[in-house]
């Protein structure tokens, strides 16, 4: 992994995660919620400790850390197996219209990254900046709640279902105060 992309023990990190190509594939439900699972998985059993987050639907942004070692290992391994399972959920999904379209411009992208065998889901790179203060914290997590608003998606932050800017938000996230 580039020095570029490293995490570091201890550090808060705003995060992005793209899909390649900036393909639209959390516009289904059932891929949002499989996201999400997987995102409460790494709360519970990998130590992923969540400020803030929001899903488009072609990437999503964190602001968080790790609770011990690195947050760059939960990315690892959170993208290699969302990327197997969402890929599997695309080709087996009957009613995906899509399907032919996604599948290609997956193995498309796979084609052209040595380190994939076939298929590419999410973009290489994560985007780790490195949040120093609170006050850059409250500026990240207004940006990430903001997002679906500034896209036109909603009026307000709060009416995006999958960010943790709505009080209903099935993953629950920390106080931001670190």
């Not at 011990?68 to 959920?89: C, H, N, P, Q, W």
């Not at 679906?148 to 106080?175: C, M, Q, R, T």
Request: aromatic residues 16%; contains cysteine.
């Amino acid at each position: 992994m580039s020095e570029k992309y490293k995490t570091y023990e201890g550090s808060v990190y705003y995060v992005t995660l793209t899909v390649v190509g900036w393909i639209d594939i959390f516009t289904r439900k059932e891929y949002v919620y499989e996201l999400m699972k997987n995102i409460q998985y790494c709360q519970q059993n990998k130590g992923l400790e969540l400020y803030a987050y929001v899903i488009m639907p072609n990437h999503l942004h964190w602001i968080a850390r790790a609770e011990e070692g690195r947050l760059s290992e939960i990315l690892r391994d959170f993208k290699s197996y969302t990327a197997k399972v969402l890929i599997d959920m695309v080709d087996k999904h009957q009613g995906e219209s899509r399907r032919e379209w996604l599948m290609y411009m997956f193995r498309y992208f796979g084609k052209y990254n040595n380190q994939n065998k076939e298929f590419q889901f999410w973009q290489q790179h994560n985007h780790p900046i490195e949040l120093w203060s609170e006050d850059v914290i409250k500026q990240k997590i207004a940006y990430l709640h903001n997002n679906p608003v500034k896209a036109g998606f909603v009026a307000e932050p709060h009416h995006w279902l999958y960010s943790s800017g709505n009080e209903f938000s099935e993953i629950k996230v920390l106080d931001a105060n670190v």
